[in-house]
């Protein structure tokens, strides 16, 4: 599981404590690569602190903050997992989905994106945007930007530049891999503050 973060202190303890639940009750191998984005407060500071406690949590930092793309291809280079996700670290997205995200792949599935369910402000402009890559891509998933779960030969196949990782599913499709989706649910965010902007929906 990759989870880049920026300036998200006050997530960074109650996250992982869901993911210690989470990979207590699955008895399964995880491991957690900690991305910190080149984070301004104490998010490297609690996670480092965190990976004593917990075996399975590895943590890398930037000085600098690089961008989502750079933090999960670090992130990607870094774990050492046959089956990768992307998990973001704003706590609106519980863990215990990953495991079914996983089934799917264990069925046949090469990446499985997340179908957010629940209510959230920017709505109205996921769904254009996803209606637009239904149309101009031809996909039958209904959600580009939520959690994914994959296969690492996926990522090894695809060429990520700078803000790409929002064309992960699109990619991979055109490529030949087999996309499937699982519901999950959306949860407000309690800390910190969202990262989505209007100059990322010009991007």
Not at 38 to 49: F, H, L, M, N, P
């Amino acid at each position: 599981v990759v989870i880049p973060a920026y300036d998200e202190q006050d997530n960074v303890k109650p996250l992982l404590e869901q993911f210690d639940e989470v990979i207590k009750r699955s008895g399964k191998d995880w491991e957690v690569v900690f991305v910190n984005d080149g984070s301004t407060d104490k998010t490297e500071e609690r996670a480092r602190d965190a990976s004593i406690r917990y075996h399975w949590l590895k943590v890398v930092s930037y000085s600098r903050n690089r961008g989502l793309t750079a933090a999960l291809y670090t992130g990607f280079k870094a774990a050492r997992g046959s089956i990768f996700v992307f998990y973001p670290a704003d706590m609106q997205y519980h863990p215990q989905d990953i495991p079914r995200m996983i089934a799917k792949i264990d069925r046949g599935a090469d990446l499985v994106t997340g179908w957010k369910q629940g209510k959230y402000r920017k709505r109205f402009i996921s769904y254009t945007y996803n209606k637009l890559c239904q149309i101009l891509f031809g996909l039958k998933v209904h959600d580009l930007n939520s959690v994914k779960a994959f296969r690492k030969e996926v990522v090894d196949g695809l060429s990520l530049r700078r803000d790409w990782h929002r064309y992960m599913v699109v990619m991979a499709a055109e490529a030949g891999y087999a996309i499937d989706e699982a519901k999950v649910t959306l949860y407000p965010r309690k800390y910190g503050k969202s990262k989505f902007g209007s100059a990322r929906i010009l991007g």
